[in-house]
T-cell receptor
Framework: EPEVTQTPSHQVTQMGQEVILRCVPISNHLYFYWYRQILGQKVEFLVSFYNNEISEKSEIFDDQFSVERPDGSNFTLKIRSTKLEDSAMYFCASRTGIFSGNTIYFGEGSWLTVV | GQNIDQPTEMTATEGAIVQINCTYQ??????LFWYQQHAGEAPTFLSY????GLEEKGRFSSFLSRSKGYSYLLLKELQMKDSASYLCAVRGGSYNTDKLIFGTGTRLQVFP
């Protein structure tokens, strides 16, 4: 079964450093997302991306965050200057665009630890 | 505001049936999803409801009542591997939103 793949699975970075999390969505999917989950808390929406532009973003997704689809397969999340509170599991997700009810598939996640 | 409520924890016995409830209050509604999440892993899709009624898929069923802002996930013939968190998520918020709003999840422990 096709799946969303993410790299790295785990990254430790120093506060203030830039981090890029990478995702390869399922190949025929058109909508892409980033969610995050701080340890012990709920999954939170960050951003959705369609047709090469951001379609929606949350309050969490401030100027320190950016997303990009640099080629036909990768979808990246960049955090410019990481803060301690950015430590979380970051999930990439995708879905097809045919019906609004299409399942959103999640990747295995990238665990980011900011020290 | 947006609010999704689920019980924090539940326990059940192997072979039994368990029902996990979810109530929601959102400014819009475009469907409700149930996901299973094992610790440290990604949410895995279980079910989707957009119309009132029951959706059955093997050992799992999900029910929706839009007028009551209520859903439940029913797990039958429980197995040890069903021990996980179960996340209720609503797609909603406004007419053209696509994001999922998650509840805090219900941690289910299945005992032999």
């Amino acid at each position: 079964e096709p799946e969303v793949t993410q790299t790295p699975s785990h990254q430790v970075t120093q506060m203030g450093q830039e981090v890029i999390l990478r995702c390869v969505p399922i190949s025929n999917h058109l909508y892409f997302y980033w969610y995050r989950q701080i340890l012990g808390q709920k999954v939170e929406f960050l951003v959705s991306f369609y047709n090469n532009e951001i379609s929606e973003k949350s309050e969490i997704f401030d100027d320190q965050f950016s997303v990009e689809r640099p080629d036909g397969s990768n979808f990246t999340l960049k955090i410019r200057s990481t803060k301690l509170e950015d430590s979380a599991m970051y999930f990439c997700a995708s879905r097809t665009g045919i019906f609004s009810g299409n399942t959103i598939y999640f990747g295995e996640g990238s665990w980011l630890t900011v020290v | 505001g947006q609010n999704i409520d689920q019980p924090t924890e539940m326990t059940a016995t192997e072979g039994a049936i368990v029902q996990i409830n979810c109530t929601y209050q959102t400014s819009g509604f475009n469907g409700l999803f149930w996901y299973q999440q094992h610790a440290g892993e990604a949410p895995t899709f279980l079910s989707y409801n957009v119309l009132d009624g029951l959706e059955e898929k093997g050992r799992f069923s999900s029910f929706l009542s839009r007028s009551k802002g209520y859903s439940y996930l029913l797990l039958k013939e429980l197995q040890m591997k069903d021990s996980a968190s179960y996340l209720c998520a609503v797609r909603g918020g406004s007419y053209n939103t696509d994001k999922l709003i998650f509840g805090t999840g219900t941690r289910l422990q299945v005992f032999p």
